[in-house]
């Protein structure tokens, strides 16, 4: 018994002190700032800045191969962060979030056939172009909320996909997905959108959806520096978009929505808080 | 009997209520919508304008390519536009609007030759410019399955009277109503390929089509293979394994086994092609369903609205809430019945609401059926939990371009699992991989 305990113990202490060795002698020299940026990023492996994941990143940072400003998720804060570790001078972008510009769920969209395949927009817009009678609708077949890596994204019990202004970090994943086109970047601090992705004429657009824009152009006649009209589709001119809400209630189909007064029905989210960035007074 | 098939497959109810309808001709309808892409490859290019006047036959548009055929006006009349127009794929895609004259007569030049005149490239040159594809739906243009490479021996003609999709007895009334034309579109077929050996494979639920075939084949040593009634027994590779044995190796071509097959319809036009000069401008569609008040089977123009089709026989039972063109295995769902009937229009099926199951998709229970009905030997399940995920490249290592679409997997499945759907897109997938790199 004795004897089994000193051998062990002996085994134990003699490959102890070899493995101490040959890790201190074949140490792999890292970068400190390496560690440390690893550190500050999200972990979540988005793919935003370019590369398969945060480790990639961070050494890519500290080569110099890749900009230090490039992790959306992370935001201001983690730039700020990253170049303090690097000692450079911080260069934010304004940050974005995505928005889904079409509020036709199914009880107010039209459907031009019923879908019964598998449950992918690309594979649904595959057949006829998809299963909605509008071109540019929200299929709401959740391949965007598959892809989030920040369960930004849902699907309301009618079929539109929403997303969260506070979860969504801006890492554009969802936008690639999309084979409708029908998510949109946009400037955090502008909360008024109009809501609608069809560039069809006004009687067509009423034709299959409740809320969609029929290019009246009275969101543009009172409000014209915040508005513009292209192909019969209204747009928020986002450099000017704190003028934009005034003409909400003026809008004929109510496609005109302002975010910090909720979103859009059915969503679970909780009606947003005041965004991280006030917006600009002139 | 000795009833010959391949392993797997699955026995959906036969349904063939228009078995004993003789083929009726459908009337002219008020226009004809002709679309350029009526088969595999490329589509044709329009070569007449607005205005003009067309005579039943003659070439409204040009082949584009190897892989593509030309496309023939089916009556004579005024060409009243060349535009996009609703497709059977749901999306609008160039289309010759003719406005008939109601004269149906044929293009005088059209003139017949005697097969035994000709040589074996005259032979394919004439069934290429008269548009001929494979009538069994899938519409590879025939002239390029009669051009095999010089390294490939052909052996074996097979033509294809199997006809293994439920509803569907339009090639059934033709084996019956056209043998003749079917044997010498054989005769003209194995002329083109320097053959002796042609066999007709016809599943057993045909028997006076086997019978008929069998005692006029025997003096021209065509022989006739009846075979077990399953599906997918029509499949091309299941034919050839059925009635050979052979197995078309993974990726390629039944001429790789010295095979070369050919839908019944396809002899026929053959035939006509030839004998009369007459190009690819008719063909017989199975209109059926229990939507259908009267189910028939039609000679259509190409180019026939699917509502005259319906009107032809006796108008609509109900609400239709399915409208597919072809099988009801892998047939095409419609978004209307204004759409042309094309060249691969083997039947017009209408289903109502009643008629649909009630789909509850549920988990996979891994039960295993969609692996032994596959009569590719895949793994169904696998890759659909693949295509699910979008892992292209796992699902191309399970052989997913191997799929033939046969939609055995989604029929057995007790889960209701859109399996070949999920299948068929990740080999979108995989295709459009392979095309980036």
Redesign the interface.
Known sequence: MLAAILSLGGIGLVAAAALGVAAKKFAVEVDPREAAILEVLPGANCGACGLPGCGGYAKAVVNGTFAPNLCTPGGAETVEKIAHILGVEAITADPKVAVVLCQGDNGKATE??RY?????C??AQ????GPKACPGGCLGLGTCERVCPFGAIEITPDGLAVISREKCTGCEKCISVCPRKVIRMTPLDATTHVLCNSHDKGPLVRKYCQVGCIGCTICKKNAPDAYKIENFLAEVIYEHHSEAAEVLEKCPTKCIRDFSTGYPEGSSFPPPTVPVKPAQVD | MNLKTFPGGLHPPDSKHSAANAIEICPLPEELVIPMSQHIGAPADACVAVGDLVKKGQVIANAKGFVSVPIHASSSGEVIAVEPRLHP???ALPSVVIKPDGEDCWDESLQGSDPANLSADELKNLIRDAGIVGMGGATFPAHVKLSPPEDKKIEILIINGVECEPFLTADHRLMLEESERILDGIDILRKVLGIERAVIGIEANKPDAIEKLTREGATRKIEVQALEVKYPQGAEKQLIDAITGRQVPSGTLPMEVGVVVQNVGTAAAVSDAIRLGRPLVERVATVTGPGINQPKNLLIRIGTPLSLMVEQCGGLNGDPAKIIMGGPMMGQ?Q?SLDIPAIRGTSGLLIFRKQDLPK?ETGPCIRCGRCITACPIHLQPTTI?AY??LDMVDEAEDYHALDCIECGCCTYICPATL?LV??IR?IK?GIMAKKRTI
Request: proline letters at 4%; glycine letters at 12%.
């Open positions: 031009k056939y019964l395949g598998l449950e992918d690309n594979a595959k057949i006829a172009d | 794929m749901g999306k769902t978004l789909l659909a295509a699910r859109p759907q999920s897109h979108g």
